[in-house]
């Protein structure tokens, strides 16, 4: 057990709706990090938060957002979903910059 | 442009053998390195790192890896492979040039046959 939760597991919806995801990190970790993770794109870093504040941006398209809470739980935000967004969506989280991440085990999302 | 190229997709190595598993990068700066292995339906679980020191660093399970500066590689390796390292290995790294992003590669499936 790595310490990340990530809720909810699964997720089904339709094109344009929107989601969101949640995290909450390894306790006494800092900084969350989104990745996106598909077959024909592998794994993709999507953004960093370190103490609440964005530290590194990474193929994150504009329809997606995230923030990080006080309490350093974490969302992702997908807006206007279409098809190609169906993905698994990992949360992870390091004690700080630099140092190993510990991986949730997921969202999967499909979107109809 | 910062990239990380593993360039075999797939492994496959008889159970006791040593395994090698390759990464080359590419990056400014001094770059973090790093290996993580994902299991079926799992989320990606830390090996090792290389940040700075003694070029082979030593990691979970037996695994190791060495940091080629020259070659700009990091190469992951095993001296005796057992059937339960069969998993997805990637590797990643942290840009040291400011921008703190992170990349991982492709990823290489490996096969440890009994």
């Known amino acids: 057990d790595s310490g990340v939760t990530q809720t909810p597991k699964h997720l089904i919806t339709a094109t344009g709706q929107r989601v969101t995801l949640r995290c909450s990190p390894r306790?006494?970790?800092?900084?969350v990090y989104w990745y996106q993770q598909s077959l024909d794109q592998g794994l993709q870093f999507l953004i960093q938060?370190?103490?609440?504040?964005?530290?590194a941006k990474g193929n994150i398209l504009e329809r997606f957002s995230a923030q990080q809470f006080p309490d350093l739980h974490s969302e992702l935000n997908l807006s206007s979903l279409e098809l190609g967004d169906s993905a698994l969506y990992f949360c992870?989280?390091?004690?700080?910059?630099?140092?190993?991440?510990?991986f949730g085990d997921g969202t999967r999302l499909s979107i109809l | 442009a910062q990239s990380v190229a593993q360039p075999e997709d797939q492994v496959n190595v008889a159970e006791g053998n040593p395994l090698t598993v390759k990464c080359t990068y590419s990056?400014?700066?001094?770059?973090?390195l790093f290996w993580y292995v994902q299991y079926p339906n799992r989320g990606l679980q830390f090996l090792l790192k290389?940040?700075?020191?003694?070029?082979l660093v030593k990691g979970s399970y037996g695994f190791e890896a060495e940091f080629n500066k020259s070659q700009t590689s990091f190469h992951l390796k095993k001296p005796s492979a057992l059937v339960s390292d069969s998993a997805l290995y990637f590797c990643?790294?942290?840009?040291?040039?400011?921008?703190?992003?992170?990349?991982f590669g492709t990823g290489t499936r490996l096969k440890v046959l009994a």
């Open positions: 992870a989280s390091s004690v700080a910059m630099g140092q190993p991440q510990h």
């Open positions: 290389y940040i700075t020191g003694d070029n």
């Open positions: 990056v400014s700066g001094n770059p973090y």
């Open positions: 990643a790294v942290r840009d040291g040039g400011g921008t703190y992003k992170y990349i």
């Open positions: 938060y370190y103490n609440g504040e964005e530290r």
């Open positions: 306790s006494g970790d800092l900084s």
